[in-house]
């Protein structure tokens, strides 16, 4: 399984024009740095895979630069990193989309598609996004077991977009919640760097999620 960003059956153009402040903060990034992505961030990886990261939103410096999530910061280090040594992600990863890494029966997207001021959307944002394109992500997905959710923001999206109400599922990192339709969504402190430097979240912790994911994906619980 394979490859380059696929934007998907649902995804928003370049030109999206739902959240007016994500648009707004999007044309002074064109301005700035036309040389970048500066565009909602397609989802990476195949659609007809078993595990869905949901992220929170692209970084400015990273997945807004790119076109890929997770791609040109340190979260993408630890987060493909771990997927490589459980064998979702095969090949290098170099902060750029062009390093060749493929995503195997894994797919990575975010809650929202495009990069925020100070890497925080609003409420508002987040489930305008989610109603639009991480419910159609998650429906397309015809094969997918389990969602792992980075932060509590996109635990909460991803429930949101199922239309399950958020008090019987609390975050909690390395927490697996049974979902009714069979899914399993997976909790972990967001694999930022703020996150790992403060010891909130460490390489050991972050694999160890992951390596749930592995079995599971494996057939095992």
């Not at 928003?12 to 992505?37: I, K, S």
């Amino acid at each position: 399984m394979t490859g380059p960003p696929d934007r998907g059956p649902a995804a928003p153009g370049r030109d999206c024009p739902l959240c007016p402040r994500l648009v707004a903060f999007r044309g002074a990034n064109r301005q700035a740095e036309p040389g970048w992505h500066n565009a909602p961030v397609p989802s990476f990886g195949p659609l007809d895979a078993a595990l869905l990261v949901v992220g929170l939103a692209p970084g400015r410096q990273g997945a807004n630069r790119t076109g890929r999530p997770f791609t040109g910061d340190y979260a993408g280090d630890l987060l493909y990193g771990s997927l490589a040594r459980f064998g979702f992600a095969e090949g290098r990863y170099e902060r750029r989309a062009g390093d060749g890494l493929r995503l195997v029966d894994a797919r990575v997207t975010n809650a929202v598609r495009c990069v925020p001021p100070q890497n925080k959307p609003t409420p508002a944002e987040v489930r305008q996004c989610g109603t639009h394109y991480l419910a159609a992500e998650i429906a397309a997905m015809g094969r997918l077991r389990s969602i792992l959710a980075l932060g509590s923001i996109a635990h909460g999206a991803v429930l949101a977009a199922l239309g399950l109400r958020a008090a019987p599922y609390r975050f909690a990192h390395g927490a697996q919640h049974a979902l009714p339709d069979g899914k399993l969504l997976v909790d972990s402190y967001h694999c930022s760097r703020l996150n790992t430097n403060t010891g909130r979240l460490t390489e050991a912790m972050f694999d160890a999620v992951v390596a749930g994911l592995r079995r599971r994906a494996a057939g095992g619980s």
